[in-house]
């Protein structure tokens, strides 16, 4: 189902000051709808964000504003009145290139590389904060008792034991800021190669954050095997003391346990009956949330 009106085409055309001259369904992410619009200006995306989940239209424009072509794609127009459909959307550049396929040593150093300049942009000193999120805490505590008691008590024993490798890092934390910013979605398919150099797409999920909690994500969204870990880290530099290896095992765990709240909060207000997204598919993220719970499990 296309979300694309006519009027939609023509709002966006007056905002722009050049013609589009047509669109097509370029894909989806889990939170968004995105749309190829053909235009006198070249390629552009149309990004829908085709959730009640998640506001992030607002902060993804903010981000991609901060920074202005590095790495990302540039935004061009953001509207969130929803005069013209019941969705916030935003008009993107394109990027041309193809979605990275695999990781090679050469890749991976790039990636380091990239993701250490990155995390150079700093936002508001925030002081001493915690990793561990309200959000994904009460996801984990508290909604997934909505699931059934058994899964409840699983992901609490789960949660039990991050928690108390969170203890042992806890004390250590003092010594690096939390207002890096983060691309926080670093997968495969949000990377692009381009002609000179890999290149980040989707941004939504961007923020500041610590710099490590980005790294560990990175390893484990994408399955690095070990060898590619160690690549990546040293590339990076980080994770070579036993206290960045311990802060390292925390971030990679942590990670699979947002991802499992991520689902109880899909899950469970897909079984209120409430849409979450217009691709939802309950039985698909009941699936993942058995693998992921598996995931955690090996890691801690």
């Not at 979605?185 to 990377?191: T, Y």
Request: charged letters at 25%.
């Amino acid at each position: 189902m296309s979300l694309v009106t006519r009027e939609l085409l023509a709002h966006i055309q007056r905002q722009l000051g050049t013609e589009v001259k047509g669109h097509s369904v370029i894909g989806h992410g889990a939170h968004n709808q995105n749309y190829l619009l053909e235009t006198g200006r070249g390629k552009l995306i149309l990004r829908v964000y085709a959730n009640t989940q998640f506001k992030n239209a607002a902060k993804e424009y903010e981000v991609l504003n901060t920074i202005d072509g590095f790495l990302g794609p540039r935004a061009f127009y953001l509207d969130t009145s929803r005069s013209l459909m019941e969705y916030d959307y935003m008009v993107l550049e394109y990027i041309e290139g193809t979605v990275l396929k695999e990781f090679d040593d050469a890749a991976l150093k790039e990636i380091a590389g990239s993701l250490k300049q990155l995390h150079g942009i700093k936002g508001p000193d925030r002081g001493p904060v915690s990793p561990v999120s309200d959000w994904i805490r009460n996801n984990i505590t508290v909604n997934s008792a909505r699931l059934g008691e058994e899964l409840h008590s699983d992901v609490m024993a789960l949660w039990g034991r991050l928690m108390a490798l969170h203890s042992q890092i806890e004390p250590h934390l003092t010594g690096y800021d939390s207002n890096s910013l983060i691309h926080d979605d670093p997968i495969l398919g949000n990377l692009i190669q381009t002609c000179d150099c890999i290149r980040f797409i989707d941004w939504e999920l961007a923020h500041y954050n610590y710099f490590f909690m980005e790294l560990g994500g990175f390893i484990e969204e994408n399955g690095l095997t070990r060898q590619q870990e160690l690549i990546f880290l040293k590339a990076y530099g980080f994770g070579s003391t036993p206290v960045e290896s311990k802060i390292m095992a925390f971030s990679k765990a942590y990670r699979v346990a947002a991802i499992i709240g991520w689902y109880i909060e899909r899950i469970a207000s897909l079984r209120d009956g409430v849409e979450v997204f217009i691709a939802a598919d309950q039985a698909e993220y009941e699936k993942n949330l058995a693998s992921e719970m598996k995931h955690l499990e090996r890691l801690l």
